[in-house]
């Protein structure tokens, strides 16, 4: 299980990547794919250290 100091990073690391998903939805082309695989990376990365305690 993350502790409260690694759950805080994760938690701004995904509200980061969500508003950016946000911005980009509304006004750029071509990178929201790219934020939308670092998410997903995000969350894998978090599944495994869960999977591993």
Known sequence: M???AQ???YTDAYLGIIDS???EL???EGLYERRFKAMLMLYHT???Q???K
């Open 46 to 48: 978090a599944i495994a």
């Open 21 to 23: 998903l946000s911005v």
């Open 26 to 28: 509304l006004y750029a």
């Open 2 to 4: 993350l502790d409260s």
């Open 7 to 9: 759950l805080a990073l």
């Open 50 to 52: 869960l999977n591993k």
